[in-house]
C-alpha cells in the first residue's frame, strides 16, 4: 500500500527514502495522504526498473497526474572507495555482468534487498547506490569510480531495532524471517568494514518532481 507520493518516486526512478524531499505538492485534489493498493500484471519478465516504468501511464491516467521537472540543491551522500585498489572482504570484480538485467537468478544474477542485506552478484555500483538511498535516509550517488560489475554481499544492523531491547530469552531479531544480531555494525560501518566502501555527507543538485495537480482515481 503507498501513497501517491511514493508510487510516483517508485515509477519515475526518485528515491523512495527522499520522497518527501524530492516532491513539490503544488495541488492535490481532494487533499489527503491517501493510501492506495496498485495492482497490476507484467506481460514479460522484466527488471524492477522495467516494472517501475510500466507503472508510469497507470498512474498518469488514473490520478490524472501533472508532474513538471525541476533542481534543487540537497544534501546527498557520495558513495565513494575508502582505500583505493582494494575491493572489501565482501566485494569482489563479478565473472558475470548483469547490468540492467533482473536479479531473479538467471544467467547468474542476483539482487535482493531487506532491511539490513543486500546482496548482489554482476552489479553495478550504481544499483548498489540507488538502494543504499532507501535506508540512509538520504540520495546515494555512485561516486566510486568502479565500472566493472560487482559481486556483493552487505549485512548491517537497522537503526531501528539498535534502540530495541530483545524479548527475553531472545538473542538476535528475526526480521522478514532473517536473523539480525542486534549488536552487529550500521550501515556506515558495514560499508567500510565489508565492502571497503563508504558514504560521505555533501550537496548536489537533485532532480525533484514537482506535482501539480492530482486526481483521487475511482475504485475498479
Not at 18 to 27: E, K, L, R
Not at 138 to 153: C, E, L, M, N, S
Not at 155 to 175: D, I, K, M, N, S
Request: proline share 6%.
Amino acid at each position: 500500500m503507498h501513497t501517491l507520493a511514493l508510487a510516483v518516486a517508485l515509477s519515475l526512478g526518485v528515491v523512495v527514502a527522499q520522497a518527501g524531499a524530492n516532491f513539490d505538492v503544488v495541488s492535490v485534489k481532494p487533499h489527503a495522504p491517501d493510501r492506495f493498493d496498485i495492482v497490476a500484471k507484467a506481460e514479460h519478465e522484466a527488471t524492477t526498473e522495467e516494472l517501475f516504468v510500466m507503472l508510469r501511464p497507470v498512474l498518469r491516467e488514473r490520478f490524472k497526474l501533472a508532474l513538471k521537472n525541476a533542481t534543487r540543491d540537497l544534501q546527498v551522500y557520495a558513495l565513494t572507495v575508502r582505500a583505493e585498489g582494494k575491493s572489501g572482504r565482501q566485494r569482489k570484480p563479478s565473472d558475470v555482468d548483469c547490468t540492467g538485467l533482473p536479479g531473479n537468478g538467471s544467467r547468474g544474477c542476483a539482487f535482493s534487498v531487506r532491511a539490513g542485506s543486500i546482496h548482489g552478484r554482476g552489479m553495478p555500483m550504481r544499483r548498489l547506490a540507488a538502494v543504499l538511498s532507501q535506508f540512509a535516509g538520504r540520495i546515494v550517488v555512485d561516486r566510486t569510480g568502479v565500472d566493472a560489475p560487482q559481486d556483493f554481499d552487505l549485512t548491517w544492523t537497522p537503526e531501528f531495532l539498535r534502540a530495541r531491547q530483545l524479548p527475553p530469552g531472545q538473542t538476535e531479531f528475526v526480521l522478514n524471517g532473517v536473523s539480525v544480531d542486534p549488536n552487529g555494525p550500521s550501515l556506515f560501518t558495514a560499508l567500510q568494514e565489508q565492502l571497503n566502501l563508504k558514504l560521505e555527507s555533501t550537496k548536489a543538485p537533485v532532480d525533484v518532481l514537482v506535482i501539480d495537480q492530482a486526481e483521487r482515481p475511482t475504485a475498479d
